[in-house]
């Protein structure tokens, strides 16, 4: 497989050649177009001044005269007529030409090979050295007609000049594909970085050391800096998995050590009837934690799946949340706890059975950390075009400050805030999080120690 330097470079040069072969054929479609016929009427323009000279003075000896034109830098090929030809100057390299067309010159006729006889690319044609690339015209001698066919010595007028493009040419063209070669490198430099990158970030280290490519000021800097960004949070998301597995084999671990403990004993028959009642009775509260934590767990791995919809249906929100009163009333009636209820008719399309994990939630903790004798409420607001908000405050024992940014993160407790028993496992505002960012809504929180706590909910208009 061939590497992206080798890539590149190949590119580079496959561009340059079929750029100059592009370019080969417009210029000459630009000679055929522009050039060509000027150039053989310039031709035709000699040969007759040639010829006239020579009418002028008829008595000159006619291989003399030609002899001279010639050395001024031409090719001439006279034939007379018996067909006898004779060269002067450069010899023509190939090319033939017939004796139809010889005999058309000598009866007066214009012989126009550099139209007529060229099949190779046009731009080529001014070049090249055949008897049939040049003009034929008729010249009249004391000894009878003549046919001249003329054309430059291109190799006597200007080969210095053609040798001399050539090697430009040439040179121009090595050193590009030098320059190529070199200067790719700098081009694929900044991704063998990356590559360097990535490798170490598949071996667990995501210190990647891109400083010198984000400080780029091109694509290649955007590049790194995102990178770098992007193994800062896995970098994150690693730590992050550490944790949820530290989490949950501790929060597993303490009941499953319980159970074991008091099940041991009660198998053991070294405690009291009473004993072994209590112990058999804390063995069902861990059990129920453990399936109430597995069940969260579950749904926490649901609400996570890329994949996953909501069944979104229009539903009363304010019945709904008159439900979940009703369905803990035990709870707060035990603990004789103040109802403040705005709940105004509202609808809603939305995912009913998760909003109704959300609302039992926080009134659940509402209800948990509200001392004897408190008061929480419950407050339905239409926001119109911005959806409906949902507010649930008690007048509990509050959050500090410093714990309000993590109270969302899974199995955070502010146990010494709160003074929460051992019972939560700390998803359960993660799953609330979760679901509300689900309907693209918003969750707050204000809260202040010894006076209570504060949760809006909005929800968005679907």
């Keep these: 497989m061939k590497t992206l330097y080798v890539r590149i470079v190949l590119t580079f040069m496959a561009v340059a050649f079929v750029s100059g072969m592009i370019g080969v054929l417009l210029t000459s479609l630009y000679y055929q177009e522009k050039i060509k016929t000027n150039n053989e009427d310039k031709i035709l323009a000699m040969g007759q001044s040639i010829r006239a ?29 018996s067909l006898n030809g004779k060269m002067f100057g450069g010899a023509f390299k190939h090319g ?111 210190n990647v050391g891109l400083e010198k490519s984000r400080n780029r000021k091109d694509e290649f800097g955007d590049l790194a800096e995102h990178f770098a960004r992007m193994a800062e949070s896995i970098r994150q998301l690693d730590r992050m998995r550490q944790e949820f597995v530290a989490n949950v084999s501790h929060e597993f671990q303490t009941p499953l050590t319980s159970i074991q403990g008091f099940a041991r004993a009660v198998l053991d028959k070294q405690v009291t009837e009473e004993q072994s009642e209590r112990y058999l009775t804390i063995i069902e509260q861990e059990s129920k934690r453990l399936s109430s934590l597995s069940k969260q767990l579950l749904k926490l791995a649901a609400l996570d799946k890329e994949d996953q919809h909501l069944q979104i249906a229009a539903f009363r929100l304010d019945e709904q ?51 004897m004798g408190g008061t929480i409420g419950v407050e339905i607001a239409d926001c119109g075009s911005d959806g409906i908000a949902i507010e649930i405050r008690d007048s509990g024992i509050g959050i ?34 979760k679901i509300v960012s689900l309907h693209q809504g918003t969750i707050e929180v204000r809260s202040e120690q010894g006076k209570g706590t504060t949760f809006t909910v909005r929800i968005p208009r679907l």
Excluded at 345 to 355: G, K, M, P, T, V
């Design 53 to 81: 000279l020579y009418g002028q003075d008829s008595d000159v000896n006619l291989d003399t005269y030609l002899t001279g034109i010639a050395a001024l830098g031409f090719q001439i090929y006279a034939v007379d007529g």
């Design 400 to 433: 500090p400050a410093s714990e309000l940014p993590f109270i969302f993160e899974r199995f955070h407790k502010a146990d010494k805030a709160r003074n929460r028993s051992s019972t939560g496992s700390g998803l359960g505002l993660s799953i609330v999080h």
């Design 96 to 206: 033939k030409l017939s004796n139809e067309e010889i005999q058309s010159v000598l009866d007066g006729e214009i012989y126009h090979g550099m139209k007529e006889e060229n099949n190779r690319l046009e731009i080529f044609s001014l070049f090249e050295n055949s008897i049939r690339n040049t003009v034929g015209i008729p010249l009249p001698t004391s000894n009878g007609p003549n046919a001249l066919f003329i054309r430059p010595n291109l190799e006597q007028q200007i080969g210095e000049i053609r040798i001399i493009v050539a090697v430009l040419l040439g040179f121009t063209f090595l050193t590009s594909l030098v320059m190529i070669v070199i200067l790719t490198r700098f081009i694929v430099k900044p991704l063998q970085v990356l590559k360097k990158a990535t490798q170490q970030i598949g071996k667990g280290n995501f």
């Design 321 to 371: 949340i008159r439900e979940i009163i009703i369905m803990l009333e035990w709870q707060w009636s035990e603990k004789q706890l103040n109802l403040e209820l705005e709940l105004p008719e509202a609808s809603i399309a939305a995912d009913a059975h998760l909003l109704y994990e959300v609302w039992l939630n926080l009134i659940s903790n509402a209800i948990y950390f509200t001392p």
